[in-house]
DNA sequence: CTGAAAGCGCTTACAG
DNA sequence: CTGAAAGCGCTTACAG
């Protein structure tokens, strides 16, 4: 910028010192003195340099996020509510895609650091830098964040959406439509993963059923979508026994089940009136694809407010007690089920 | 961070400068002495301050992106292109999100620039800031790029896709399907909106057909499916002569075209049995509805790509010379067209 | 309530 | 090839 705080100092007369009081209101100022300053500035138009007062401060009002991919849905939801708490309060953020790769997380993360960010929040860790102490050691330096990812054996702050429970929700509503041959689509390495099939695992024990487990590997990415409608077709047309059982599918999110309901179609199959559908997350395509897709939304802008609500409030309080949050999910009902 | 270069200095034996002339390698620095302060370096892994730095270079290697929604995947692809590109040149991005508000838009501009960022780049600029001079004032102070909002008369760097010629070859194959009752969606204040509401008239005027337009205000959000879908239920319900004809739609983007299939299905209309629609874009969304669109692919990615490499060029070679530069676009067929 | 001075961690002429 | 010193624009004890 042009104009810097000696510049305001002398047009108003005054020491830059109290310029500097001025603009922080952290120590007293006469009202005339305070009033004569804030013309000055008003009329300079000036701003302070944040770099220099952040060197000082050590304090840079920003936030760093990452996510593993940007163009999904799920975290463009997530991220928006991130940015709109965050910005109310004077924090800017920097965001960062990891593409799903441990080690660009890792690079993203130390370069968010070595940048001075006030917090950083980490949508859906890397199950490999949660499990080596990375994000430990991380938030010995500084405020971080994991959303989405848990793991009760470590020091770090997480922000959850409740999955637990809508996985749950999912599956009594299945079966409360008589269905118990139910297939169960998910991606890589992930806890969410992990602890849905934990969960339908019990289920078909439960129930007496054999689990039947399609596992595409990459699931946060739009490519998702072509691959599991591609994987299914592929079973069908192999007259694979277990899967032409199947009377529902379980998806670990909504761009599977729109890869199941596409796949479906391809071979002649007919959602939901020959197979059910249930998806999880509730991103804006589960109400655009034909049927529409009944899903657990996940609550994402609140996911990420909380998530921004938190990290500002660790980065301001200096609260450093680990601790859990806990956002609720919640069933929606459309058109991709049907009662047996 | 923990260390500083003095840090460093003390423990090579060496003096600051020449820590500093081997991190940034822009003076002779003999051979050992380098390796001497290198091992150090790594030793204690010291990381520059940037804050400290960025204060005396003027530089923070930082971008400042702005969107008008984030959570259109229109602008998450063309943002997925920026940081890809970017981030290979060691330049991270803010991402600020306007919500399509003028002054929200100047607002966070005002702030980015108060930030030191290195450069900004503007995607689908408000013309309400673009008529007032806003950005031309900015660019003076910053290099500055505008995506997807053309003026000639403006001193600014402008990244463009074609739209005009993608527009042209969805109306030419529109009419190669015989179609010319064609109605025209589109949404709000915007410079490609009225680009494409040009060329349609123009094809109408040939043709000798009346004009048909839907003006749905908020064109940016995912919100337009719902509102373009009721509207075009509506208007047929109350029996609209003029929309009664229309054989295609025309519409300013693909989040309108799942409106329009969305309304149509709801009130009993075959796509694109009983009409056809063309959107914009070629977002992944239209991929997914049911029938696939047919729309221009308008290659956000390589939009993103291109606007990060001319800001870096501008901010880096202190090119100052005001261009435009055209990304082609590509008519993409699917299904939602059909030959009347 | 106000100011002079030290200092945040770096870079860059200047001198050798 | 190397170092001492000035300075980037601010904040914060310290002194009054």
């Known amino acids: 910028m042009k104009y810097t705080i000696e510049d305001v100092a002398r047009e108003a007369g005054v020491s830059i010192t109290t310029v500097s009081r001025v603009i922080n209101s952290n120590y007293p100022v006469k009202k005339e003195t305070r009033k004569k300053v804030e013309a ?52 800017q953020v920097y965001l960062n895609n990891s593409e799903g790769d441990a080690e660009w997380e890792r690079n993203n993360i130390t370069k ?14 890397q199950t490999e830098n949660m499990r080596s102490g990375f994000f430990e050691e991380v938030s010995k330096k500084i405020p971080l ?37 139910i297939a169960f689509v998910r991606g890589g390495n992930s806890y969410s993963y992990d602890l849905k099939e934990k969960i339908y695992r019990e ?15 990459d699931g946060n990415s739009t490519d998702v979508v072509e691959n599991v409608a591609q994987c299914i077709s592929d079973l069908y ?8 059982d199947t009377t529902a599918f379980f998806t670990c999110n909504d761009l599977m089940a729109t890869g199941v309901i596409n796949g479906c179609r391809a ?44 990290i500002i409030k660790l980065i301001e309080k200096k609260e450093t007690r680990c601790a859990n949050q806990m956002i609720d999910t919640k069933l929606i009902l459309r058109e991709s089920c049907k009662s047996l």
């Open 112 to 125: 968010l650091v070595g940048r001075l960010v006030d917090g950083i929040i980490v949508m859906d860790p």
């Open 267 to 310: 071979i002649g199959l007919d959602v939901p009136e020959d197979v059910s559908v249930i998806g999880f997350d509730n991103i804006i395509l589960s109400q655009m694809t034909r049927p529409k897709i009944t899903t657990v939304d996940q609550n994402m802008r609140m996911l990420g407010e909380h998530a921004a609500q938190r």
């Open 237 to 244: 047309n192999k007259n694979n026994p277990v899967l032409r």
């Open 203 to 217: 289920y078909m024990d439960v129930a007496g059923m054999e689990p039947v487990i399609l596992n595409t590997q």
């Open 40 to 91: 000055v500035i008003e009329r300079l138009g000036y701003q302070p340099n944040p770099l220099a007062s952040g060197l000082i401060r050590n304090r840079t009002f920003c936030l760093g996020v990452l996510v593993p991919g940007i163009t999904n849905m799920f975290f463009t939801e997530v991220v928006y509510g991130i940015e709109k708490y965050s910005k109310n309060l004077g924090y």
């Open 145 to 181: 964040i994991c959303v989405n990812g848990y793991n009760e054996n470590m020091e770090v702050n997480f922000v959850l959406s409740n999955e637990e429970k809508g996985t749950r929700d999912a599956f009594d509503y299945l079966f409360s439509l008589r269905h118990k041959k």
